[in-house]
């Protein structure tokens, strides 16, 4: 394993940020540490970065104890959520610094930095003052500037918080076929769950200092560990429910379950794309509250009497006007009991 | 359990690098700080090993003492309120409207604060003393009534206003203010209810920063307060080298450290409240040119009160060290008058240059190792409170330190009496404040996080230092050097005490030269009195160039 932490625990005051975590990532694997802010995820990224001291636990790299290791001696790089340039330096000095903090010749640096900002689409951009640069260009210099020391673990805090949509949404691919081609290993913390998606091999979901949940983006998205993961990732229709063999009781009614549900009381999600609507004198009577646009379909909020709110996707054209009487059915391909 | 150890090793190494950094300034200040004030005042109050505590009882029975407490006082309320109403206009128009000149503007408003209070002295002297150019238009003399030294108060502190609510009034974002006008609020209103408030403590530090200077005033009314006025640091110098009354010296110097340790807790206090979350912007975009009126005239009215109050005296000054034909004064500086002096009075300018070179080094030095030290996040109380013990020296009379000085570092292995060091170190114990109050704000304001990003790219903390902050610090480190050259330039109230006889400074050069009768000494006095304002002047020009940021206290 490149990295490991072990009950990793940091404390501010009592209260811990960083709670027994453990994580591993290995080798050319990029690991994407998703949650809301306060979670403690740049505080990870810190601890592992050898800036924020452990109150217990250890980090290991290459199976090295870093223990009072400080910062400068780790060779991890750090990409800072606000980029954090060196205003009195150029963009070349900028991409430079960590080579002449390693003592690599004169020749060798100005080589490297040409390579770097060929690769990070800025070719022509070595004497430009860093103030400068727009947004997105500061973050092409701060990549350059992390990946110049070739770390052996590149950490990236937020790395696209601050750029707007339409570029967020280009950089990540970017980024994605830059760090396969490269084989670079990333630790990323974001609270985008779809730049984390589209960014990472796995997904780590972090909720109070404690890991709440561990896979795939794929495993995460459809089989999400429990109820805070699931609103975590936009899902508003999850309730409290009794699971029997083939149906649940929810505050909606029967809601039908796959087959091999485990039964009990249990979390329920179901998914908006199984929210079917009927006509209104079939299934659950619900009078629609609200609509919001997608692009792609429309999100529909139902009220059913006397029960929480339902979200349902459905086509542009098929959608109910606000205030319209509908019937609702459940598809239990797309309701997931949680663990 | 090993990790816990090398964790906790960490932090003691911390801990051991803070105290690293704060010896130097500690030392420095403990043995020519407060061993020579502590020595002077045990001098005075000592015995046969007893101390006479009921002698400050006694001193503030005495009429005289109480009257110049009184004096002392009341010119140093009066000579700050007079300051802030001429020059809080001043502030705003520096803040708020853009004009051709802003920039030389700015600079000739400071030279006053940078100029030896000997200069300033001597050029209201030459202004509304005896024989000055109001003498000599309508008969007019003001040289032995108050409003000579409160002039000369508000000549020398108009800069401090300027700068300290100047500074910040440029730097508030006028939508803050638009935000109030678009809620219902008229324009005055909207100033009362929001620029005002935030600008309140800038305006409480600057008053409080004018009084400390007036309240321990001793060049300026040294020279224009004749038999008359006497404030407490002019009769600290009275009692110690004309009346040799050491009792009496030192019953006033504790007055002096009591007040002046007052105020500075109360300036303290108003800077922290500054220091509270203010939307500030960058200056350039809050400033106008002037439109109406009314703006016209204001701008006109300060232009006035500058050209009169601030760019006349020093012009009469130079007019009068011109009178004599041919440089006249001049020429006499060069030439040896065996009375007084020992040397040409134009030696005076290569040892003040050399002394302010030396305390410039040193303030440089002890200053920085201070703000360093006061910058570091893990700061403690104890440093926190050795922040404001640096200000001290900037009250504390400078006439007992120097005095302190001869009579402390008088024996092995402190034996510097005879030592040319003595002067650059009295003069460097006024130039620190200057060092710590211009770096500290810079220092604090370098993203931690830059730190960080250096560090993970391979730095270690020494390189970090020198890659990351030094760069940024190295103006703030050319003007802190600026203020303390031009500090130990002007230095007057130690330096009368500690400088041999056959080394004079300028400003004590003239001082002497003012003490001796006759129209010829007088001359010289304003010819070397010029010199000094220029040499002054040159340094500060210098510093403006260097000079961006506009937020700093001086």
């Known amino acids: ?339 | 359990m090993d990790l816990t150890r090398t964790e906790v090793a960490a932090r003691r190494r911390g801990a051991a690098a803070r105290f690293g950094l704060l010896a130097a300034p500690v030392a420095f200040f403990a043995v020519f700080f407060a061993y020579p004030v502590a020595a002077i005042v045990a001098r005075g109050l000592k015995t046969d090993g007893t101390w006479h505590l009921a002698r400050i009882g006694e001193v503030l029975a005495q009429s005289d003492v109480r009257h110049v407490l009184w004096f002392t006082t009341w010119q140093a309320l009066v000579s700050t309120a007079l300051t802030l109403l001429v020059a809080l206009p001043g502030a705003y128009v520096f803040a708020r409207f853009d004009f051709p000149g802003k920039q030389v503007l700015r600079a000739v408003v400071t030279v006053p604060f940078v100029l030896p209070t000997v200069v300033v002295g001597t050029a209201f002297l030459a202004l509304v003393g005896r024989g000055g150019l109001l003498d000599e238009l309508w008969g007019v003399r003001l040289d032995t009534t108050v409003w000579a030294i409160l002039l000369a108060h508000v000549f020398f502190n108009y800069a401090v206003v300027v700068r300290t609510v100047g500074g910040l009034w440029a730097q508030l974002d006028p939508r803050q203010e638009e935000a109030a006008r678009m809620l219902g609020a008229s324009q005055l209103k909207a100033w009362r209810q929001v620029t005002l408030p935030a600008l309140a403590p800038a305006v409480a530090a600057a008053a409080l920063m004018v009084f400390l200077f007036t309240f321990t005033s001793f060049g300026v009314v040294q020279i224009l307060g004749g038999p008359t006025f006497s404030t407490l640091e002019v009769e600290i110098y009275r009692q110690t080298s004309e009346i040799f009354d050491l009792s009496t010296a030192a019953v006033l110097t504790l007055i002096q450290f009591a007040a002046v340790g007052a105020i500075l807790a109360v300036h303290a206090w108003t800077v922290r409240r500054r220091e509270t979350a203010l939307r500030l912007v960058d200056a350039s975009v809050t400033a106008r040119r002037p439109r109406g009126a009314g703006q016209w005239a204001l701008l006109g009215g300060v232009l006035v009160t500058v050209a009169v109050l601030l760019v006349l005296p020093l012009a009469v000054l130079v007019q009068r060290s011109l009178d004599a034909p041919g440089f006249g004064y001049y020429r006499a500086l060069t030439s040896e008058d065996g009375g007084v002096f020992l040397v040409p009075p134009i030696e005076a300018i290569g040892n003040s240059l050399s002394y302010a070179v030396a305390a410039t080094l040193i303030a440089v030095l002890i200053g920085g190792l201070a703000a360093i030290a006061l910058t570091r996040r893990d700061a403690g109380r104890f440093v926190r409170g050795f922040d404001a013990l640096l200000m001290l020296p900037l009250g504390v009379s400078a006439v007992t330190v120097g005095f302190g000085f001869l009579i402390s570092l008088d024996e092995p292995p402190l034996d510097l009496r005879s030592s040319w060091i003595l002067v650059p170190l009295a003069q460097a114990l006024v130039g620190v404040p200057f060092v710590v109050r211009t770096m500290l704000p810079v220092l604090r304001a370098v993203d931690v996080r830059l730190r960080e990003a250096a560090s993970v790219l391979g730095a270690s903390p020494w390189r970090v230092w020198r890659e990351v902050d030094l760069p940024l610090v190295r103006r703030a480190l050319l003007i802190a050097a600026g203020f303390a050259f031009a500090v130990s330039l002007g230095e007057f109230g130690a330096t009368v005490f500690i400088a041999r006889p056959d080394r004079p400074t300028l400003p004590v050069a003239v001082a002497r030269l003012l003490g001796r009768p006759g129209d010829f000494n007088y001359g010289q006095a304003m010819a070397l009195s010029t010199i000094l304002m220029v040499v002054c002047a040159v340094a500060l020009l210098v510093l403006e160039r260097l000079r961006t940021d506009r937020t700093g206290e001086f």
């Not at chain 1, 459809?222 to 805070?228: G, K, L, N």
């Not at chain 1, 792609?296 to 339902?310: I, K, M, N, S």
């Open chain 1, 1 to 339: 394993m490149l990295l490991a932490l072990r009950e990793a625990t940091v404390r501010f005051g009592g209260r811990a940020v960083l709670d027994a975590v453990d994580l591993e990532v290995a080798q050319h694997e990029i690991v994407c540490v998703l949650g809301p802010s306060g979670s403690g995820k740049s505080t990870l990224l810190r601890a592992v970065a050898g800036l924020q001291p452990l109150d217990s636990g250890r980090v290991m790299l290459d199976g090295h104890d870093q223990a009072g290791l400080p910062a400068h001696r780790r060779g991890v790089g750090l990409m800072f959520q606000d980029h954090q340039l060196f205003p009195q330096r150029d963009v070349g000095g900028n991409v430079a610094f960590g080579l002449r903090m390693h003592g690599e010749p004169k020749r060798r640096q100005a080589e490297r930095v040409q390579e770097l900002l060929d690769l990070v689409g800025l070719p022509g951009a070595r004497r430009r003052a860093v103030a400068a640069l727009s947004g997105g260009e500061q973050q092409r210099v701060a990549l350059a500037r992390a990946l110049a020391p070739s770390p052996r673990l590149l950490m990236l805090d937020e790395p696209l918080g601050q750029l707007d949509r339409s570029l967020r949404e280009r950089l990540v691919v970017e980024l994605k076929e830059l760090f396969g081609r490269l084989g670079t290993t990333v630790l990323a913390v974001t609270h985008d769950q779809g730049e984390a998606f589209a960014l990472a091999d796995r997904v780590v979901v972090m909720r109070d200092g404690r890991i709440a949940q561990s896979g795939t983006p794929l495993e995460v998205w459809q089989r999400p560990a429990d109820a805070f993961v699931a609103r975590f990732l936009g899902f508003e229709n999850v309730v409290e429910a009794t699971v029997g063999t083939e149906a649940a009781d929810t505050p909606w009614g029967k809601v039908p379950v796959p087959e091999d549900a485990p039964q009990g009381t249990r979390t329920l999600l179901v998914r908006p794309a199984g929210v079917r609507l009927v006509p209104a004198d079939v299934g659950l009577r619900c009078t629609v509250a609200a609509r919001t646009f997608r692009g792609t379909h429309v999100t529909v909020h139902l009220q059913p009497p006397d029960a929480p709110r339902l979200e349902a996707a459905c086509a542009l054209r098929d959608a109910p006007e606000t205030g319209d009487e509908v019937g609702v059915e459940f598809d239990a391909a797309e309701i997931v009991v949680l663990a």
